[in-house]
């Protein structure tokens, strides 16, 4: 039976699920006060990895954490004033770093995120846009060997669970990607993934199609919900209210406002992250580039190269602080000494974080018809239509690729 949906964000999770809601025959409207993409799945790395199944916090994960604040040029900001309030969050964070919880959490990170290229495909090609998607696999690059030993368990989760790992020595580095011209001890390609050349085009590209094949998108702020006796029944919105039937939350960052609502209380962060790209760097890349030591992507992009990464706890609604896109300016001169820097622009997205890298993905616990899909973290570009997919599903009373109990809400 087809229901009447409405949902709340046009980020890819949003469109990625309305589309395929969409494709089950359902009335579909997303509602979100930005156009399709223009929020944080604008301006990510553009990595599409069926492998990224390692979640942030791996034990020991404390120990590094001075070494990262303390650096400069490290991947690691917390604003001091903001901290009391992210404590809890980083409680779970650290929890989530037990040994057998981590093995749980990659279980189910690479059920959802191996069926990332088949997903997409029926999306992309439906909307023309496949050429958005390569699948050239990417290279992670280390200046010291005992780095790669330090992320030994990293490796052997991903290995476990049948990601394909080819490690190359200094000449195999070189040899894949003659543009890194520093002191590596050695790489590693990962020949299953992939990438968006252009992020925001795919989610508006998708949105788009979703439009033709009779979906509505609505630019509105979302104010507020208004409950009737068997469940949500009014959006308040700054253009006026909408009726609701089934309604599902992928407002990013902003979902935990709106779960509150629903007596879900979840530890969601904004998790911020920066990019400077570069649209006449004077080369490109064959494919993205990891640097694990310092933890940032470079991509070839359709609009340059993009340097992407750092994580930054300063609260949602706090301006970007663009020293922190200044120092992946200054890792992208010491990496591609040379690599020209006019017309590069700086950008700030806030990652929808959860504390042990599981999305949230099923339904509210305690009131009908409403769905969650949101907080996926790093994930959120690979995880888009594995996400929208397992929601049509549900609604739909099918059995989902995947085991789904390990994403609800109640693990909370
Ligand atoms: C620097 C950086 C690099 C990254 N690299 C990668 C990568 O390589 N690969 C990867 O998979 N992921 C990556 N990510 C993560 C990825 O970008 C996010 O996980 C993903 O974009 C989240 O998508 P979303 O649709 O959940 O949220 P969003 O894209 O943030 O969309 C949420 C939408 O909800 C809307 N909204 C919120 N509140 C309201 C309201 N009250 N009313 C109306 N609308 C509302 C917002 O306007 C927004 O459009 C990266 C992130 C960053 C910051």
Known sequence: MTKNIT????????????????????????????????????????????????PLALPGVLRKVPGYLSDPLGPLAIRLGYLPKALPWFMRFVAASRAARVEK???????????TFDTYLPLTENAQCSD?????????????????????????????????????????????????????????????????????????????????????????????????????????????????????ICAGAHSNEFSAKFGDNIPLEAERGYHVTYSDPDFTLPMPVFLPEHKFFVTPMEMGLRIAGQSEFAGINTEPNYGRAEVLAKQMQRFFPGIRETEATRWMGRRPSMPDSMPV???????????????????????????GLAIADLIAGRQPRMDIVPFGVKRF
Not at 105 to 115: E, K, N, P, T, V
Request: charged fraction near 20%.
């Open 132 to 248: 958005l998607v390569r699948q050239t696999g990417y290279i992670v690059a280390y200046e010291r060997e005992q780095s790669y030993r330090n992320d030994a368990l990293a490796w052997k989760l991903r290995r476990d669970r049948g990601v394909k790992v080819e490690p190359l020595d200094r000449a195999g580095l070189a040899r894949r990607m003659p543009q890194l011209t520093g002191n590596y001890a050695m790489g590693l390609y990962l020949p299953e993934q992939g990438y968006v050349v252009n992020p925001e085009r795919l989610t508006k590209a998708l949105a788009a199609q979703f439009v033709k094949d009779g979906g509505k998108i609505e630019q509105r702020k979302v104010l507020d919900i208004e409950f009737g006796p068997d469940g949500p029944r009014t959006l308040i919105t700054d253009a006026g209210n909408m009726s609701l039937e089934t309604l599902v």
């Open 361 to 387: 993905i099923g339904p509210a616990s305690k009131i009908p018809n409403v769905w969650y899909a949101f907080g996926h973290g790093h994930i959120g570009l690979c995880g888009g239509a594995p996400t």
């Open 105 to 115: 959490i990659a279980d189910a990170l690479r059920s959802l995120l191996q069926q």
């Open 7 to 54: 949902i709340i964000g046009a980020g890819i999770v949003g469109i990625a699920t309305a589309s395929y809601l969409r494709r089950d025959g359902h009335a579909v409207t997303v509602v979100d006060m930005r156009p399709p993409g223009e929020y944080c799945s604008f301006g990510n790395a553009g990595i599409l990895s069926p492998g990224s199944c390692v």
